[in-house]
């Protein structure tokens, strides 16, 4: 007997700088989930006309804007490649990857799994 499975592919991968769609930020991915794993809270937090859905890959970003650094939790739908070639300027950034090279990070060996 087969059994189907409908698995997702991560668009994105550790180590690439992304934008997001409509807010004026970028970040570097650190960590994928495949599909939500927030809090309900949070995902109902978010205004319904832009609520993301649930069933995608959510992503993990060391983020920044003009104005500060944080960490960002964004639906797949939401983010494009960053094209800028420029590094972010998260101050975490040296701790989880090695280097930036040819517009993306590159972990750290002790940050991998």
Known sequence: MLVSMDVRIA???LGQVVKHR???FRGVIYDVDPEF???E???LSIPEGVRPAKDQPFYHLLAE???NCYVAYVSEQNLLLD???EPVGHPSAG???AQFRDGEYRL???ATH
Do not use: M, Y
């Open 65 to 67: 804007n003009e104005q």
């Open 11 to 13: 668009k994105f991968s």
């Open 37 to 39: 794993a927030n809090t």
């Open 41 to 43: 809270a949070w995902w």
């Open 22 to 24: 409509v807010f004026p």
């Open 83 to 85: 094209d800028s070639g």
């Open 95 to 97: 701790e989880l990857f």
């Open 108 to 110: 750290r060996q002790h």
